[in-house]
């Protein structure tokens, strides 16, 4: 599989690709497209890292694995392509940007490439799945290389916002030097969970409070 990675990310993730695990997962991925439906489509698998360099990077929001529906994922954790329905889970995002950011507006669009394009890495920590499977790619070694990922962000950049929502994400999240970054956490914005643990949380004010006194520019979530 031709991998359509940064050129940023390429120089510091070679050492990775370089791993016995990575090449097999490459394999396992190939072999997957090849005998069932997957998405995201093979030339947008890396587009969080494409649509976000290692040096923009301020913000990480980490997903879980990518939209399961025809023409859904886009590579980017919580986002779907132009003119498909937004899911729960992002609406209940937008809401609670709406009311964090007193916004009059919501937007109709689920598409966070805008995001991403400011400096926001959104990681799926399983990077691909089968058609109207959830988690059906959980036992390939994607897992490896997102934690991989995390630690060379928490390692080599400094005062960085992450943005863990649910169990989950902050298991995943464990190992950030909380010294050198930022953690937020809450609740997963699934339906499940949101009228607990998710509205009220203010992390996208929170985020640009911080980004500002680090003397860094705010994201415009809108």
Not at 7 to 32: A, G, H, M, R
Not at 187 to 215: D, E, R, V
């Amino acid at each position: 599989m031709l991998m359509n990675i940064s050129t940023s990310w390429q120089k510091k993730l070679k050492n990775e690709f370089d791993k016995d695990y990575f090449k097999e997962l490459i394999v396992q991925v190939e072999n997957e497209f090849r005998s069932s439906i997957c998405y995201p489509p093979k030339e947008f698998i890396f587009n969080a890292f494409n649509s976000c360099s290692f040096d923009q990077v301020k913000v990480v929001i980490i997903g879980q694995d990518p939209y399961h529906g025809e023409g859904e994922a886009n590579g980017l954790c919580f986002s779907v392509n132009d003119g498909v329905k937004i899911p729960p889970s992002l609406r209940h995002i937008f809401t609670e940007i709406y009311s964090d950011l007193n916004a009059i507006f919501l937007p109709n669009t689920g598409n966070l490439d805008r995001w991403s394009k400011q400096g926001v890495l959104l990681l799926n920590t399983t990077l691909t799945v089968r058609k109207d499977t959830p988690n059906s790619h959980k036992t390939l070694k994607w897992n490896l290389f997102t934690d991989a990922v995390i630690h060379l962000i928490s390692e080599e950049k400094k005062g960085v916002v992450f943005l863990l929502w649910g169990a989950f994400a902050q298991k995943k999240g464990s190992k950030i030097n909380k010294n050198k970054h930022q953690v937020f956490e809450c609740g997963h914005p699934s339906f499940a969970h949101s009228h607990k643990k998710w509205f009220g949380n203010q992390h996208f004010s929170k985020t640009n409070t911080y980004l500002i006194k680090n003397g860094k520019k705010p994201i415009d979530w809108f």
